[in-house]
């Protein structure tokens, strides 16, 4: 029977009813997983941060083909984008070197690989991971979901400190203002958005500046045959997206430590071959005489030289799979080394071709090894492409865990690593993005001045967030965070300043997508608060639930009713207007709140929290699914069944637990060890952990319905609480054999109408348009149209 039907009314956000406590007891359900024996065992090495030498090696080697591969094309563009009307003086080479040289030292190497990558969550890095460490350890997140247990998994890891301390007071300055926790947040999306630019930028002008190779030897070739190749090239990229990485990614870290050692060794034999005296470079003399010498084009030409550094907030970003201390061996061991020499190697070229400075990457290889270097070189490029395409993916979900993106579709592409994932819809979307940018510009400068752009502004945002990551989860003393903020600063507004030059020169390109997809992300987070504050403004009494009585004041059908709702605690307001629009109700009735919060990820066993609403014979329970920003909702017939199984647990849980306490709000979490618990369990013929149990007052009336409609009375003998508990389970189970129906909620936010015109447009236009194209959560969900029943609202904002 098709339950697909709409209902809707006019409703005003109203005040904060009253909050309904009830039990809510965390079920660890110890679910066996298919793993293999090794990705275990690397697992738990991880974790326990204990490498062995060789292992650590492996690892360091396996980070260059995912960490690596952006930082690592720059050579192939930097000189050319730093000389774009050629080069003047023989001298000015041996300074813009310098500037790579102590480029690379300052910003890749001392910066992000020593310091900022060890401000990853749990091995999570780029800006949303930052933002979810802020938000553990201060009350910033703007949607205010969660719940004290939530503090309590085994991954929601935080510091604490002393209230007098420095961090205390920061973290009091932060919290005291709604406008400073926007702003932070507005920052992170600004970080984001930027991001997604070098997602489109980066194999635009890394497989741009690989197909130019054929036009070195052959000179007559247009450019526009460069330009077909490469697109030819990116079509081929983006729709070989949704294989994913799996059946492939062994390939990448031996290409790209090919490549590292192809640019390190012919820059070693430029340098001997040409000139030696490239190695002054390495005196920051050179850099103050560069700047006197050439002035403001000098400065300009910084753009150029920030090229060298691009890929760095890409290693941050992709970070996931390996330990800090293997990509630092990989950094310092292989990519530093070989950087410096491809560079100097360039440069000694330059010191005696200054006219090749168009093509000074592939102008300067051997002629004997010129094609194998040039296939190594694309095959390089696309990699780097792909990795800054995976890391796009991967902050576009963080966000959209967050509620700052509108509902994608997310596919996962490997069973044996998490991280892999593929957004059909915004595949697409940075496909065309990305031909565009190629084709409309067709040159390396242009692409090169809004890649630049883009990435300073990220570099920015990271030094930003450091700052507080430094005085909120490290602690660090105030001087320390003065003398990296003052270096982080003055190094990038330095580029900062030079890229603004370039900004009619394509540096706008950038700034262009970064506004619409920040319009785009803070109009949905906007509504997506709205929306929250509306069902937390509008909840049902629980008294007047109550006052309704066990059949609710209507029928109650066999069957279980899944209410999805985003409250995580009190009863939504659809659903009293659904028993007031229906002359039924089912027997059973699950309040399911699907959220996600500040953590990495939530262990499987960890994932449901179940309470019960009302009295027992009311049959109402809640049942929370957390997960974290990098978990994926699995398919419905797997979260379903991993529901009832909570709360069967949860039922039989209650009864064992039953006189424990008459208090309003006690928790045995924390009070309990986990062996005490699994004793519990075993004890009962369970070896079924379970964590944080709470019991209610209004849980402690003492009456359950039992299948035959019969009254018993609950007692402290152990005989009866079993009898019961038997009765209540055989009473779910005929229930869901019955049926389920999911009843969702589908509230439409409109402006009111003596709404500003700016409200009026973001509202009922932008985000009107947003929710029209973007997937139901039925769909997300994957809940089966003949079982899905939508109840919809209005409410003005």
């Known amino acids: 029977m098709d339950l697909s039907m709409e209902m809707t009314s006019r409703v005003e956000v109203e005040e904060d009813s009253d909050n309904n406590k009830g039990s809510m007891w965390d079920l660890d359900q110890k679910l066996d997983q298919p793993m293999d024996e090794e990705a275990g065992r690397l697992r738990n090495m991880y974790r326990e941060k204990k490498f062995s030498a060789l292992l650590l090696l492996r690892l360091a080697f396996q980070s260059l083909g995912v960490v690596y591969g952006d930082l690592g094309t720059s050579p192939l563009y930097v000189f050319y984008n730093t000389f774009p009307h050629g080069i003047n003086d023989s001298e000015d080479v041996i300074g813009a070197l310098s500037l790579i040289i102590y480029s690379l030292t300052l910003v890749p190497l001392l910066k992000y690989v020593f310091i900022v990558c060890r401000a990853n969550d749990s091995g999570q890095g780029g800006t949303f991971a930052l933002y979810s460490l802020l938000c553990r350890h201060a009350k910033v997140r703007t949607i205010p979901n969660q719940h004290r247990t939530d503090e309590e998994l085994t991954t929601y890891s935080r510091s604490t400190f002393h209230e007098q301390s420095f961090a205390a007071k920061t973290k009091r300055w932060l919290e005291r203002y709604t406008f400073r926790r926007n702003a932070l947040l507005i920052l992170v999306l600004v970080g984001t ?14 497989v741009l500046s690989a197909s130019g190779g054929i036009k070195v030897n052959h000179p007559k070739l247009s ?8 697109v030819v090239i990116l079509v081929g990229l983006f729709s070989m997206q949704h294989y994913g990485t799996d059946k492939v990614g062994w390939l990448f870290a031996p290409i790209v430590l090919l490549w590292f050692l192809l640019i390190g060794g012919i820059g070693l034999f430029n340098i001997w071959k040409y000139d030696t005296g490239v190695l002054k470079a390495f005196s920051p003399v050179y850099i103050y005489r560069y700047f006197r010498r050439g002035g403001r084009d000098g400065w300009t030409s910084l753009g150029g030289i920030m090229l060298s550094i691009t890929g760095t907030e890409a290693l941050f970003a992709d970070l996931a799979h390996f330990p800090v201390s293997a990509v630092q061996i990989a950094f310092t061991v292989v990519v530093f080394p070989c950087l410096l020499l491809a560079y100097s190697g360039q ?10 400075v168009v093509d000074a990457f592939y102008r300067s290889i051997p002629d004997s090894i010129y094609w194998p270097v040039f296939v190594v070189a694309t095959a390089a490029a696309i990699v780097a492409s792909q990795a800054t395409i995976s890391a796009t993916f991967s902050i576009i979900k963080q966000a959209l865990a967050l509620g700052c993106f509108p509902r994608v579709k997310v596919v996962h592409t490997s069973k044996t690593f998490l991280g892999q994932i593929y957004i059909p819809d915004m595949n697409w979307i940075l496909m065309i993005l990305c031909i565009c940018v190629t084709a409309g510009f067709k040159n390396q400068s242009q692409i090169g001045n809004a890649y630049g752009t883009a990435v300073v502004i990220v570099m920015l945002v990271t030094t930003l967030l450091m700052i507080l990551i430094m005085l909120l989860v490290w602690r660090c003393h105030w001087i320390l965070v003065m003398l990296f903020t003052g270096l982080s600063l003055v190094v990038e507004c330095t580029y900062f300043s030079a890229v ?39 909840k049902v009494s629980m008294a007047w639930i109550v006052g309704l009585g066990p059949s609710l004041g209507l029928v109650r059908v066999p069957g279980i009713g899944l209410v999805y709702t985003e409250l995580a605690n009190g009863v939504p307001h659809i659903f009293s207007h659904f028993i007031t629009n229906l002359p039924a109700i089912h027997s059973v009735v699950v309040f399911v709140c699907v959220k996600y919060l500040p953590v990495y990820t939530v ?43 909570s709360l069967f647990l949860f039922v039989r849980l209650e009864s064992m637990m039953e006189g424990c306490s008459d208090s309003d709000e006690y928790s045995l979490y924390g009070q309990q060890t986990e062996r005490s618990r699994e004793a519990l369990l075993n004890n009962n013929g369970n070896t079924t952990s379970f964590a944080d149990p709470t019991i209610s007052s209004i849980d402690s009336i003492v009456q359950i319905k039992s299948p035959s409609h019969a009254n018993f009375t609950m007692r402290s003998s152990g005989q009866t609480s079993s009898q019961t508990e038997v009765d209540e389970r055989d009473f779910l189970n005929n229930c869901r054999d019955a049926g389920v129906v999911h009843i969702m909620g589908n509230t439409v936010v409109r402006a009111r109408r003596d709404a500003r015109f700016y409200k009026r447009i973001a509202v009922d236009y932008i985000y009107a348009f947003l929710r029209k194209i973007c997937r139901e959560n039925s769909v997300i969900f994957n809940v089966p149209h003949e079982s899905l029943l939508n109840v919809g609202q209005i409410f003005y904002v």
């Not at 450019?223 to 490469?230: E, G, H, Q």
């Not at 960890?606 to 049942?623: A, D, Q, S, Y």
Request: aromatic content about 14%; overall charge neutral.
């Open 500 to 538: 603004l030059f370039k900004i009619d020169q394509g540096g706008w390109v950038p700034l262009v997508i970064a506004a619409a997809f920040l319009i785009i992300m803070y109009v949905w987070h906007y509504g997506t608060l709205k929306r929250y504050e509306f069902e937390m403004h509008s």
């Open 603 to 645: 262990p499987e066993e960890e994932r449901f929290l179940v309470k019960r609403i009302g009295p027992k014979n009311f049959h109402m329970f809640r049942c929370v699914a957390r997960y974290g920003y990098k978990d994926l909702h699995k398919k419905d017939e797997d979260f379903e069944k991993k529901l009832f199984d």
């Open 347 to 356: 440069a000694a070229y330059l010191m005696q071709n200054k006219d090749h």
């Open 193 to 206: 958005c930027m991001v997604i630019g070098d997602g489109i930028l980066t194999p635009a002008i890394s």
């Open 223 to 230: 450019n526009d045959v460069v330009v077909v190749v490469a």
